[in-house]
């Protein structure tokens, strides 16, 4: 072992960050901007399915929160990107990497958004769900995620608890409106148990990922965690519980429940979801559209270079 | 108040809330579909600082009629043609040269109206143009910015650009026409008068299209009819998209 490596390693235990001018393992450097550029794309396909509604939003004032949620989303996608790019990739790359598939964003966003109370329970599930996992991120070994994380959890939250206030009020509102919300979660549940990604003995990258404390949970810790938090909410809501199987479980100290369907798991994972195309193809199209306007804008940069360059001499 | 001012007040209220919510629905619908991210989260804060004044313009209106009506009651539940926003404001995105044409268009309307607004004897619409002054001063740096880089930038950026002048500029002359009712509140102190800036908008906006190496046009053309419900056809279906949620369910909370 080189000396380098037994200093990332001594950090790595002695739970001391990795920064980005620090030697470290050419595949910690490549599983991080594997997750970090991941998870960077999930903010920003994310913004799909809520944007969906910002023009349908029931009220004013849930046009703004929306408004200001999917903005925030935007943030942390920057946010992100750069953090990813302290490990020596560009952002460009990254979105050559979205659009051509060679790079994932979290599954639950190629599902649709069918109804005003999908958005709702976008916020209270699966910003609750990223919050679990980021959470557990926050503790992350390398340094510019794990503060990344914290900066982003606080946001997540706040989303995470606008959404259940949304979900509360369809829930508590008109028959028509509760079953909408019954609907999306119906319809949400499982999906945003799947974010926790498959089984642990499944996982292609959980296992280096956890020696390296870049992952510092199982996807099945993590997922019961969201499991049992979830059970009481959606009491207070007084809806019914998608998972007819749940049980609590004495001995365990946790709610039993059933499988979920791996077979759709990957069906998504691997392109075939609702959306899966949509969202790629609405990202190209932004994308390509935008570039007269970046083009425009070096342009014009240029040109501006140009003369300030000519007034100095 | 007289009977006579506060229901004109009300009107006005209305036609200032109206521009706002049109203006921001119209930013909002770039969320996502920007040419990058940042992009996306500028648009987002002009779209969210639109929505927020038009529901202060909304509220006031609301609590001027005293009918029980609410905001979302003035937003949601009123017919295109009984809609008073600026034509301007209504027309559809377009592309990306066309939206910031537009917005410069508006901001530097706004950046003259607001200060008056600031001025009036109404204490309610002077504070909302107080906060407004605020935000309008980043919109228009932003947009400016924008018709400069996209007006001098490539051959491409500025034959687009032109064009957004030309096919907006027939749009932009009624925004400085008075009618009876702001004639009344204007003469009382309470409202803009709106026709006394159109000389500074003007400079103001071909100082900006100028130095982008654009061409300020004649004013060959000039429609009319937004503050008298006399929209264009984006208006309808603006609306209906805007409005589907929210007279689907009706009587309800959200
Ligand atoms: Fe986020
Ligand atoms: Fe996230
Ligand atoms: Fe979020």
């Not at chain 2, 004109?8 to 809330?17: D, F, N, P, S, V």
Request: proline content about 3%; some cysteine; hydrophobic content about 35%.
């Amino acid at each position: 072992m080189t000396p380098e490596e037994q200093n990332f390693l001594r950090k790595i235990e002695a739970e001391e960050k990795i920064e980005p001018k620090d030697w470290m393992p050419a595949d910690y450097r490549k599983n991080l901007i594997r997750q970090i550029s991941q998870h960077a794309h999930s903010e920003v396909i994310g913004m799909q399915p809520e944007g969906n509604w910002i023009t349908r939003a029931p009220s004013l004032r849930r046009k703004a929160v929306l408004l200001s949620k999917v903005q925030d989303e935007a943030g942390h996608g920057l946010y992100l990107y750069s953090a990813a790019e302290t490990l020596g990739i560009s952002r460009s790359e990254m979105i050559e990497q979205l659009q051509t598939g060679k790079a994932k964003y979290s599954s639950i966003f190629n599902y649709p958004t069918l109804t005003w109370a999908d958005v709702a329970a976008i916020g209270w599930l699966v910003d609750g769900a990223a919050i679990v996992n980021q959470v557990s991120l926050q503790r992350t070994s390398y340094g510019p995620y794990a503060r990344g994380m914290i900066r982003i959890c606080k946001e997540e939250s706040f989303h995470q608890r606008q959404g259940y206030e949304a979900m509360l009020a369809l829930a508590k509102g008109s028959p028509e409106q509760k079953a909408m919300a019954q609907d999306a979660l119906n319809r949400f549940y499982w999906p945003a148990l799947m974010m926790f990604g498959p089984h642990d003995s499944a996982s292609a990258h959980s296992q280096k990922s956890m020696e390296w404390k870049i992952k510092r949970e199982t996807n099945d810790d993590l997922r019961q965690k969201f499991i049992d938090q979830t059970v009481q909410q959606i009491e207070v809501l007084g809806l019914d519980h998608p998972d007819a199987n749940l049980k609590w479980n004495e001995e365990r100290g946790h709610y039993d429940s059933s499988d979920l369907n791996w077979d759709e798991f990957w069906s998504v994972i691997n392109g075939n979801g609702h959306c899966n195309r949509q969202r790629i193809e609405h990202h190209v199209a932004a994308h390509e559209e935008g570039e007269w306007v970046r083009d425009a804008m070096a342009a014009y940069n240029e040109k501006k270079r140009a003369k300030q360059a000519q007034n100095a001499a | 108040m007289s009977d006579a001012i506060k229901a004109a007040t009300l009107e006005y209220a209305t036609r200032l809330g109206d521009d706002s919510v049109v203006l921001g629905h119209r930013i909002s619908e770039w969320v996502s579909y920007g040419p990058f991210l940042e992009e996306d989260i500028a648009y987002g804060n002009v779209a969210l600082d639109y929505i927020g004044r038009a529901r202060m313009f909304y509220t006031y209106a609301a609590e001027l009629a005293d009918d029980g009506r609410t905001e979302d009651d003035f937003a949601y539940m009123r017919s295109d043609r009984e809609y008073r926003n600026l034509l301007l404001m209504e027309m559809p995105k377009g592309d990306f040269a066309y939206s910031q044409v537009r917005q410069l268009f508006a901001d530097a309307y706004y950046t003259l109206v607001l200060p008056e607004l600031l001025q009036s004897k109404d204490e309610t619409l002077s504070a909302i143009a107080a906060k407004g002054i605020k935000e309008t001063k980043y919109h228009l740096r932003r947009s400016r910015d924008w018709v400069l880089r996209l007006g001098d930038g490539t051959e491409e950026s500025h034959k687009r650009t032109q064009k957004a002048v030309d096919a907006l500029w027939g749009y932009t002359h009624e925004m400085f026409d008075m009618d009876e009712t702001e004639q009344m509140l204007a003469d009382a102190g309470i409202a803009v008068d709106v026709s006394k800036l159109r000389d500074a908008w003007h400079k103001m906006v071909s100082d900006v299209l100028i130095e982008a190496t654009l061409t300020v046009p004649e004013d060959s053309w000039a429609v009319r009819g937004g503050r008298t419900g006399y929209h264009t056809e984006n208006l309808g279906h603006m609306l209906t998209e805007m409005q589907i949620t929210h007279r689907s369910y009706p009587g309800c909370q959200w």
